[in-house]
């Protein structure tokens, strides 16, 4: 029989392999849902004419929630900084943001009365929304990258990828050493080259079209044919090398692809954000000026 002790460890061990989408049993859907249900309800039975809109108490009252929400939300950076347990731990808290966050969809659309125009209110509005899109695109990212870049890395740190790559660098420069001169100029390319540069572009999609090591390997291979395991042959074992390069080089651009997609949606959701609250304040100011 279980004591309390090694039961209550039981439901800590499951907590702490627990993700934040289902933080407490998915306690924050739940919470986001029901908010969302009670909006959309009070919206259809509410009998009046014009339909309300964010000119009405229902408006005023689902523009304030939506406002205290979004001022709430954006305390997640600074709430990072202070790692606590319990119900309120940064997995928690986090858990909330999410769906709390995705409830502002129906909330602030049903402030809006479904009425957008050109106008501060609709510039808040769509910023809002761009906010949303970039966080559902951060959730899935943390949902699934770390496994692929775990599996990519292979218990291996891009530490000793990269020193791997240098190591590989280092054979091949001795045995380029008895190859005639254009074959020789032709391995100096792979080296030389930095073989990550080309951009944020390339970063992120992992396409190098112009990689010299991929073009060495197919001017040596065309020599070799087949066979890169030639021996002694010298023009062999530089086939064999940029082989080996190139199967690194690949394991490395995909692990720095993977955490710059990982990395990336901050840059776009954490300046939209603070675009937000300056919408934000202007629509609220506006409304209130001209109340």
């Excluded at 989408?21 to 969302?36: D, E, I, N, P, Q």
């Excluded at 042959?233 to 720095?256: F, S």
């Excluded at 840059?267 to 202007?282: C, E, M, Q, S």
């Amino acid at each position: 029989m279980a004591t309390p002790i090694s039961a209550t460890r039981r439901r800590q061990s499951a907590a702490s392999h627990e993700g934040f989408l289902a933080h407490a049993g998915f306690r924050w859907l739940k919470v986001a849902g029901l908010m969302s249900v009670v909006a959309i309800l009070i919206y259809l039975l509410i009998d009046v004419t014009p339909r309300p809109n964010g000119g009405s108490w229902y408006g005023y009252t689902l523009g304030t929630i939506g406002v205290l929400q979004i001022l709430w939300l954006t305390a997640l950076g600074y709430r990072k900084r202070a790692m606590t347990a319990g119900a309120w731990s940064l997995k928690g808290w986090t858990s909330a943001h999410v769906y709390l966050g995705l409830s502002l969809t129906v909330i602030a659309t049903l402030h809006s009365g479904f009425q957008l125009g050109w106008n501060v209110h609709t510039l808040a509005y769509a910023l809002m929304m761009l906010v949303i899109a970039s966080g559902i695109f951060g959730v899935i990212a943390y949902a699934t990258i770390p496994a692929a870049l775990s599996g990519n890395r292979d218990e291996l740190t891009q530490t000793q990828m990269r020193d791997g790559l240098r190591a590989v660098d280092r054979q091949l420069h001795e045995a380029a050493q008895p190859l005639s001169q254009d074959e020789a100029l032709v391995v100096q390319r792979s080296l030389d080259q930095d073989p990550f540069g080309g951009g944020l572009w390339a970063r992120l999609s992992g396409r190098y079209p112009r990689c010299a090591t991929r073009a060495a390997k197919a001017i040596i291979r065309r020599q070799t044919g087949d066979r890169p395991d030639l021996g002694d042959d010298p023009l062999g074992r530089v086939d064999a090398l940029l082989e080996r390069k190139e199967a690194l080089l690949a394991r490395l651009r995909n692990h720095l692809r993977l955490r710059a997609l990982l990395e990336i949606w901050l840059y776009v959701h954490v300046p939209l954000t603070f675009a937000l609250i300056a919408a934000l304040a202007a629509h609220v100011l506006s409304v209130f000026y001209f109340w």
